[in-house]
């Protein structure tokens, strides 16, 4: 019993700052505001629920799914090699390469984000080496669109990939790849047969900790995107700090919160099920 009464004061801390604010976020989706008086009432009403299926809604959604899924395909392609070649270094070399991929994050997520607007601007390292390349014009930028967004997604989610991905690998027997190599497979198709297997609980618990925010994100866009493209994270944000209609703004994120619920559930089961396989 007096183990159950230790938990008590992190259940209590739980239902106060994180379930009591989801079901005011429920409550307030099914509300109604006076567009001339700014005044709460709730009728009880789906209309909000509604208005989700317009084009302008819609749009930002897919907008939003289409960058996602760009930054975690891309942090999966960049982030597999990485870790596996951290994975594969001993003592303090591992230690330096590890420290180098944390090391993004003692610094702020806006401070990092803000630093690209100097490199994708129009005199920056990256639109310079992209316009040696011929994919930038002569007086061009890549800031404020969506490649701009896709590249700050991809940068500041990377060691979210990396971590995961690193962990599995490191945990993979290398008797494994002796046997491999005995029974006459090429490193291709070790790579294929064994090391890919094992590595898919990373992969996708990768996938989930890159995908999950990054659908719901607010300050990338807002500060490559320069308010110009529209993502269902800033219409969120929009419509509780500026437009003030606080139901609209709660049915976009309750909606947005389910759908990300259900994508994790799924993936959990699917995640569980590779575990059990391998």
């Known amino acids: 019993m007096s183990r159950r009464w230790l938990l008590t004061p992190g259940l209590l801390w739980t239902a106060a700052f994180f379930f009591a604010p989801l079901v005011l976020l429920v409550l307030y989706s099914f509300g109604q505001i006076d567009v001339i ?51 594969r270094a001993r003592g303090r070399a591992q230690t330096l390469l590890l420290v180098a991929v944390i090391a993004p994050f003692w610094i702020s997520f806006v401070v990092r984000t803000f630093a690209w607007i100097n490199l994708l601007s129009a ?30 997604m991809l940068y500041n989610y990377l060691p979210l990939m990396i971590l995961p991905i690193f962990v599995v690998l490191e945990r993979i027997d290398p008797v494994l790849l002796d046997a491999a190599a005995d029974i006459g497979l090429s490193s291709a198709a070790t790579f294929r047969r064994v090391i890919l297997p094992l590595a898919a609980p990373g992969i ?60 994790l559930i799924v993936s959990r089961r699917r995640l569980a099920s590779i575990e059990d396989v391998s």
């Not at 390349?133 to 590249?151: K, P, R, S």
């Open 37 to 87: 008086t700014f005044q709460m009432s709730f009728g009880w009403t789906v209309s909000n629920y509604q208005q989700l299926a317009s084009a302008l809604y819609l749009n930002a959604a897919l907008r939003s799914v289409a960058l996602t899924v760009a930054a975690t395909a891309g942090c999966a392609l960049l982030g597999f090699p990485v870790a596996y070649t951290i994975s």
């Open 123 to 152: 005199d920056g390292l990256v639109t310079w080496a992209f316009r040696m390349l011929g994919l930038v014009q002569a007086h061009g930028d890549l800031l404020y669109g969506q490649g701009a967004i896709a590249v700050g």
């Open 204 to 263: 996708v618990a990768g996938c989930l900790l890159v995908g999950i925010p990054a659908t719901g994100e607010y300050t990338i866009p807002a500060i490559l995107g320069g308010g110009k493209v529209l993502m269902i994270g800033n219409i969120i944000s929009d419509q509780f700090l500026q437009v003030g209609n606080y139901p609209l703004g709660s049915a976009l994120a309750a909606a947005l919160m389910a759908v990300l619920v259900v994508v």
